[in-house]
């Protein structure tokens, strides 16, 4: 019935201690050679690739930075795009967030630049198994200035009323920027014209030559509202946010009670 399965991490395929379940492990190893499977998430690829080793799936693509990267790796890494954050928007950011006292994170690539080695940059490690580079935000700017680099998305920590002031700057300024919060102290910032539904679309022609029809899809989350309307099956995990939920074709058990695993379970076991 599909040809490929695309699943959002945080939120939706992992178990209460933010890890891999064995049922979901077994699951997508036994579709992993008649099906692509394809995950789609905010994180970094060194973030996800940890993921993808114990799915048996290494070999397979990534949408990372919620389509703002989008990675071959049939044969080494080939970056099949790569949209960022314009230079002056990443300055503009981390200038607030040093005179405000923010926790500012700026991603590239694969590189993650955390300000500083707080409770914040800790809270990151543990949560995605990836180590930061220190790099203060404005020394970083400085070392990018030159080439005017852009980031695939800044990650913003700390107090909820320090959130509300940079979100209610930056949209003051009509800053072309998509603006995500997936709590409360947690602010996530990435270019506008990116998505996962896009990125996927992209992905399965360059790699599959399948059709959006074709995928079944999971999400639990506002940006991942796009994807789950573009497939032909997209199903909301019963955590999800009830936006997402509305527009699903499906809703299935929450995340952390193997929400993804039971409806692959249904469809193809």
Not at 88 to 108: D, M, P
Request: with cysteine; proline share 4%; charged share 25%.
């Amino acid at each position: 019935m599909f040809k490929a399965i695309c699943t959002d991490i945080d939120g939706t395929l992992l178990n209460p201690e933010r890890e891999l379940s064995k049922r979901t492990i077994d699951i997508i190893r036994s579709l992993k050679n008649d099906i692509a499977v394809v995950l789609a998430s905010s994180r970094m690829p060194a973030a996800m690739r940890h993921l993808q080793e114990s799915l048996d799936i290494a070999n397979q693509p990534l949408i990372c930075y919620n389509g703002g990267y989008v990675i071959s790796q049939t044969s080494g890494v080939t970056v099949l795009d790569s949209v960022t954050i314009p230079f002056a928007l990443c300055e503009f950011v981390a200038k607030w967030c040093h005179n405000e006292n923010l926790h500012a994170g700026f991603y590239l690539d694969d590189d993650w630049f955390a300000p500083s080695e707080d409770q914040w940059t800790q809270r990151e490690i543990n949560n995605t198994k990836v180590q930061a580079s220190i790099f203060p935000s404005l020394d970083l700017m400085e070392s990018w200035k030159t080439q005017e680099k852009g980031a695939h998305k800044i990650m913003c920590m700390g107090e909820p009323k320090l959130i509300d002031n940079l979100v209610a700057k930056l949209i003051s300024i009509d800053a072309p920027l998509h603006l995500y919060r997936s709590k409360d102290t947690y602010l996530e910032i990435a270019p506008l014209q990116i998505s996962k539904a896009s990125a996927l679309s992209q992905l399965l022609q360059a790699e599959f030559n399948i059709e959006m029809r074709d995928v079944i899809a999971f999400g639990d989350n506002y940006n991942d509202i796009e994807m789950l309307k573009a497939v032909g099956c997209g199903v909301a995990v019963g955590n999800a946010k009830d936006e997402v939920k509305e527009i699903a074709d499906e809703i299935t058990l929450p995340g952390k009670e193997d929400g993804v695993a039971a409806t692959l379970e249904k469809y193809f076991g």
